[in-house]
């Protein structure tokens, strides 16, 4: 067998390490491959499968609440390179972006600066200088100890237009937290620009609660993100088995509800949920953060591009409806959450 599967998009050509493929078993070795004929699935829809989608008519515009997006190989030669050690092994440039949103009939997206690319923002800037109307920046904060990320900050936002900015805890120096006076004085002046920050839990909620509630008690004014549920998965509560801890941690997500500022990213579905697509164990979920926050504070988001490598662009959409519809949520909720939320959360930024 080959050692990487090669990946076609526009002109590039990308490997795929084989391990991804493995990593969750054959029964999703089809959604994987994918993401080398994403293409021709666009170029010709298969009608049958339309048809077995569930209905999602046109609705108000529908908003990608999270999804990233760097430079092709040739663009990272040529002007923007990558982090070292960080190069992606997944296409994610922007035009490879916007035609799959055509094809999923997404209208609009907020991009999150990508760890490619680390602190140096200017591709996802130019690409939001290009598409004004598309797109809206989530910057990332960069926590260096000699405080020269608050002025960073303050110029992606002033001067080159983010409207929200992600605090990745892992990229803070050893030892400190996101409360440090650092942490606390990009919070506070998120709150003082209207700029919403996100929170990346990815080693669990459990590691960061008690950061983030300081926060939001501290500065209310400031709007949080949790994004990709936080991080938590379905709690596992069968006849023979329940899983206290997990239980726990999902609660502790519900009760962040309690806090007006905060809304939840029902994002990357592939990340939480423990079944392959379309992660019908997410309903239940869904249905409990809708009743604890309310479909107001929570928004859909797909994690682009990994997503396509999981089950598609277009597919991640539909599982959104697909849960929606077995909750059942009412039309009007569902219309939040797949792009009403986060329009009135940036003040209707798309679109201008």
């Known amino acids: 067998m080959a050692a990487s599967l090669s990946v076609s998009c526009a002109t590039q050509s990308w ?7 493995r990593q969750t078993g ?6 994987r491959l994918r993401v080398s004929a994403v293409e021709n699935q666009m170029a010709t829809p ?9 209905s999602t008519k046109k609705m108000s515009s529908v908003i990608d609440s999270h999804l990233h997006v760097w430079a092709s190989p040739q663009e990272a030669a040529d002007n923007y390179p990558y982090f070292p050690g960080q190069e992606p092994t997944l296409p994610g440039h922007a035009d490879y972006l916007l035609r799959c949103m055509k094809e999923a009939g997404v209208d609009g997206a907020l991009i999150v600066q990508p760890i ?3 602190f140096d923002h200017s591709y996802v800037t130019s690409v939001l200088k290009k598409y004004p109307s598309k797109f809206v920046g989530c910057c990332l904060a960069n926590p260096t100890e000699d405080g020269k990320g608050i002025e960073e900050f303050e110029n992606l936002i002033l001067k080159d237009g983010y409207r929200a900015v992600r605090f990745n805890p892992y990229l803070w120096p050893s030892g400190q937290q996101m409360t440090n006076d650092i942490g606390k004085a990009i919070f506070s002046k998120a709150g003082e620009l ?3 920050v996100g929170f990346m839990c990815m080693k669990g909620l459990n590691l960061h609660i008690s950061e983030i509630k300081e926060l939001c008690m501290e500065f209310p004014k400031t709007t949080v993100l949790l994004d990709h549920l936080a991080f938590c998965k379905p ?3 069968v006849s023979s088995f329940r899983n206290d801890e997990e239980s726990k941690l999902f609660s502790e997500l519900l009760k962040l509800s309690r806090f007006p500022q905060v809304y939840v990213k029902f994002s990357a579905l592939f990340r939480v949920s423990r079944n392959p697509y379309p992660y019908d164990d997410l309903c239940q979920v869904l249905s409990q953060v809708v009743s604890s926050f309310g479909a107001n504070r929570v928004m859909w988001g797909s994690d682009f591009p990994y997503v396509v490598a999981e089950c598609g662009y ?4 539909e599982a959104a409806f697909r849960l929606a519809q077995q909750v059942p949520l009412s039309s009007s909720e569902m219309e939040s959450i797949m792009g009403n939320t986060i329009q009135r959360v940036f003040k209707s930024q798309w679109f201008r």
């Open 15 to 21: 490997n795929l390490p084989l391990r991804l493929l």
């Open 26 to 31: 054959s029964s999703r070795l089809g959604s």
């Open 46 to 54: 298969d009608d049958d499968d339309n048809a077995k989608q569930p």
């Open 116 to 118: 490619n690319h680390k």
């Open 194 to 196: 209207g700029v919403p």
């Open 235 to 237: 709690p596992i509560c």
């Open 314 to 317: 277009k597919e991640a959409k």
